[in-house]
């Protein structure tokens, strides 16, 4: 059991790479509200990625709506002004916080943490399947 969760957190921590990777190339070198809202997505994949490896063994509908409630309060909070002046003295905290308050964002956050989940069980069921089968 021990070793399935090791794997799981090494596939988990992987997949965070390439969603951060291609997070940022989407969010630097695309633009426009489509590249905006796959870059949310992709946020949302990642605080997927970050729960899982943090519960490995919870379910993947578990997982996601948790990492979707988290994506919302991050979405909320912007209403407060605080993640902007934080972006103000360390820009590297809009990329973590974002700025700006905007709705369609909070679509993006969840259709990127259903996502996920879904990606997630699909992997799980095929790796299920393979053990079964003793290879």
């Known amino acids: 059991m021990r070793q399935r ?3 799981r957190r090494l596939a988990l921590f992987a997949a965070g790479a390439l969603v951060v ?3 940022l190339a989407v969010h630097f070198q695309a633009g426009g509200t489509a590249a905006s809202l796959a870059a949310d997505a ?3 994949a990642l605080v997927y990625l970050i729960v899982a490896f943090l519960a490995p063994r919870s379910a993947p509908v578990r997982v996601a709506a948790t990492a979707a409630g988290l994506c919302v309060v991050v ?3 912007q209403l407060t002004g605080v993640p902007s002046l934080l972006a ?3 820009p590297p905290t809009a990329l973590v916080l974002g700025t700006t308050f905007v ?3 909070l679509v ?3 259709v990127g943490a259903a996502l996920a989940g879904l990606a997630d069980r699909m992997v799980s069921s095929c790796a299920t399947v393979r053990a079964a089968r003793g290879r």
Request: hydrophobic share 65%.
């Open 5 to 7: 969760i090791a794997r």
């Open 21 to 23: 990777a291609v997070g």
């Open 42 to 44: 992709l946020y949302a």
């Open 75 to 77: 979405e909320l909070f």
């Open 88 to 90: 103000e003295a360390w």
């Open 103 to 105: 709705a369609w964002d």
């Open 108 to 110: 993006a956050y969840l």
